[in-house]
């Protein structure tokens, strides 16, 4: 499915003195199947696009394109809620919004919000939290029992379990330990390529944009500055700087080693070999 938008632009408290131009005129477009990350410095207006793209705020100009749904100044609930079943959201700290009182409920209720019997969105829960190594003796356990990435593994279950054809993750490793957090990350990249769907990542940690975005797109104060593959955008360290961005350490070692006269073409971050080194120095530091 894509994702178009056109000539976006995101005024908050439009018509007071409290007026805020969020986006301005941003045009752009999600590919079906790609893993995106959306960054910039604090306020460029990452977390006010992403809502655009499920119907949770809705244009002041121009239009928002899901597949053959259109999101627009006027567009009616139904359209949004049909937007809403193609395109899931991980917000922040996801597991704040865990409520019910086992884990197996908890990952029912999107399902049977989208209007699927007790038995289908059972099956679709049980699915789920076994692709994310939930053990079935656990699902009738209380989700509060578990620890803050246990936590916010079942979130994530409850909105796969819904099965987006999008899915737009908002800083999703933010306060994990560093072993939560690559499984975290790890998790979002197996979907991708297991479901094949579209993965809208906004974060600030350049050395998961590094490691695991196809495409990169930069915004700043509301417009996009530059897009496109990631080896591009984020071994141009002048371009992260200005932005405020950290330079990621995969960019900083290979820069270090030309700087010594090893030198590689390109950041050989496709080569199994780089990727191997890489995972090993990456999960010796998360011990
Ligand atoms: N509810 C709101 N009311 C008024 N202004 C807002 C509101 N939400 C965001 N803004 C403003 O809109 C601009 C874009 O904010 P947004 O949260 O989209 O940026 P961001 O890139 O996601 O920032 P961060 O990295 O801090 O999450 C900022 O100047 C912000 O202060």
């Not at 917000?91 to 289908?120: C, R, S, W, Y």
């Not at 330990?177 to 809208?200: A, C, G, N, W, Y």
Request: hydrophobic share 40%; no cysteine.
């Amino acid at each position: 499915m894509n994702i178009t938008v056109d000539g976006l632009t995101s005024i908050y408290h439009a018509g007071t003195p409290f007026e805020h131009i969020a986006l301005d005129h941003l045009t752009t477009t999600f590919e079906p199947g790609k893993y995106y990350a959306i960054i910039g410095r604090t306020g460029s207006g990452k977390s006010t696009l992403i809502q655009h793209l499920n119907g949770l705020i809705l244009p002041t100009e121009g239009e928002v394109q899901v597949g053959d749904l259109t999101l627009g100044k006027k567009t009616k609930q139904r359209i949004i809620h049909q937007v809403k079943k193609h395109v899931g959201m991980v917000f922040q700290f996801p597991e704040h919004q865990l409520f019910d009182e086992t884990i197996l409920k908890d990952v029912m209720f999107g399902p049977l919000n989208m209007g699927f019997t007790e038995a289908e969105a059972q099956a679709r829960a049980e699915k789920y939290l076994s692709l994310l190594g939930v053990p079935e003796r656990a699902f009738g356990r209380s989700p509060f029992d578990l620890s803050g990435g246990q936590m916010r593994k079942i979130a994530i279950a409850g909105i796969l379990a819904m099965e987006p054809e999008v899915l737009i993750v908002d800083e999703p490793t933010a306060g994990l330990d560093p072993k939560s957090h690559i499984e975290v990350m790890e998790l979002f990249k197996r979907i991708q390529q297991e479901f094949d769907i579209t993965i809208i990542l906004v974060t600030h940690d350049m050395n998961d944009v590094f490691e695991y975005a196809d495409e990169v797109k930069l915004l700043a104060a509301g417009g996009l500055i530059r897009e496109g593959p990631t080896e591009d955008i984020l071994t141009d360290e002048l371009l992260l700087t200005d932005h405020h961005l950290e330079i990621p350490d995969i960019v900083k070692l290979t820069h270090d080693l030309e700087r010594k006269g090893i030198v590689f073409e390109t950041v050989p971050r496709n080569t199994e070999a780089f990727i191997t080194l890489y995972r090993e120095w990456r999960d010796a530091r998360a011990q």
